[in-house]
């Protein structure tokens, strides 16, 4: 549950090429697995909340983290990209903060027991009155998340 309701879509599935992994390759992962659910906030804003795991090497945050920031970097409408290390449920994590095009855009990933924990919110600029309510988004769905049972 987040806001009080259920999703708005589940999905998950795999992904095992040189394309879909990105940096993840480079640390010798060859199959990653994600499930994940998805919260739509207006027309162009969500949260989704994923779980990732990769079977062998088993991921870590770090290198999610990295496959993430790369993307962002890698973006040709995104700017002011910011990244620091935060604690979540007392285990260390991964923040990205950016604006892409007209969505401010967080990215959380934390270890999660064996897998690693995502938050992803996106909140276009015409559907928030502020980076402060973005950020109330992204608090909402990292204390969802440590809310429910781990996987």
């Known amino acids: 549950m987040l806001d009080g309701r259920g999703p708005n879509g589940l999905d998950s599935g795999r992904s095992c090429t040189d394309a879909a992994l990105g940096t993840l390759r480079s640390h010798g992962v060859s199959e990653i697995r994600f499930a994940g659910a998805v919260w739509e906030r207006g027309k162009s804003s969500g949260t989704t909340l994923a779980i990732f795991e990769s079977p062998d090497p088993p991921l870590t945050a770090a ?80 204390q969802a998340w440590s809310s429910a049972s781990a996987p």
């Open 63 to 142: 290198w999610l983290g990295e496959f993430y920031e790369a993307g962002a970097r890698a973006g040709r409408h995104t700017e002011g990209i910011e990244t620091k290390p935060v604690t979540i449920d007392g285990a260390p994590g991964f923040r990205l903060d950016t604006l892409n095009d007209d969505s401010y855009q967080t990215v959380i990933v934390w270890p999660r027991g064996s897998r690693v924990a995502v938050v992803l919110v996106g909140s276009s600029v015409r559907e928030v009155t502020s980076r402060a309510a973005h950020d109330g988004a992204v608090n909402a769905a990292i």
